[in-house]
């Protein structure tokens, strides 16, 4: 059974007046060209829901449908080789899409901070939503790294896993093992394609 506190540090802040926010902006004139690759200033879930109300976003459904290819994905990979593949699949499509898959990554941490903050949900439920949305949250921020070059994303999820866990669950974690693509070598060849990954949402 999970322990801990159901209480998300942050959130019960004033929340910030959205400057280019989704809902003040046209969606049909919101190009990739025009979002932003902004970072949140913390690892907490303060600073990225201030981040995303003061930046603007791609359309709904476009997140909507990441966040269903994320899941998606995850869900398919059941094993650590699996899931090594999978970023690598998951890596062409967004570096044909950088901004929208960058903004579909803290959305997706927003969502998780939303639920678990949620008093309605049980422990254990906000437990398996946990573990869920971390391994698809793992294998977009690793897809994010291999599109961009970029560790912010993995390095910010790490703090959150850590911060979660301890202000969640009431879990003290000193350290954490290596990356899975530290530890191990991705395959060289497989008979896999982007079908098989199950990439596209239903």
């Known amino acids: 059974m999970w322990m801990g506190t159901l209480v998300l540090s942050g959130l019960a802040c004033t929340t910030p007046e959205p400057k280019n926010s989704q809902s003040s902006v046209d969606d049909s004139a919101i190009q990739d060209d025009e979002l932003s690759l902004s970072h949140p200033e913390k690892a907490d879930a303060w600073s990225t829901h201030k981040l995303i109300v ?3 976003q ?8 990441c966040e269903a290819r994320v899941t998606k994905t995850s869900a398919s990979a059941r094993n650590d080789q699996d899931l090594l593949a999978a970023k690598s699949h998951l890596g062409k499509a967004v570096s044909q ?3 929208l898959y960058h903004w ?8 998780l901070d939303q639920k678990l903050a949620d008093s309605e949900f049980s ?6 939503e946990f573990f ?10 690793k897809a994010l790294e291999l599109a961009t070059g970029d560790q912010h994303y993995f390095i910010y999820l790490r703090d959150r896993y850590i911060q979660l866990n301890r202000d969640i669950f009431g879990r003290s974690m000193e350290s954490m093992a290596p990356p899975i693509d530290d530890r191990i070598q991705a395959p060289i060849s497989t008979e896999r394609d982007d079908d098989d990954l199950n990439l596209e949402a239903e």
């Open 58 to 65: 791609p359309r709904q459904g476009e997140i909507d449908e």
């Open 132 to 141: 869920q949305k971390m391994k698809g949250l793992w294998l977009l921020a």
């Open 123 to 128: 422990l254990d439920q906000k437990g398996e």
């Open 54 to 56: 003061e930046n603007k």
């Open 97 to 99: 899409g950088v901004a």
């Open 104 to 111: 579909c990554f803290y959305q997706t941490v927003r969502t």
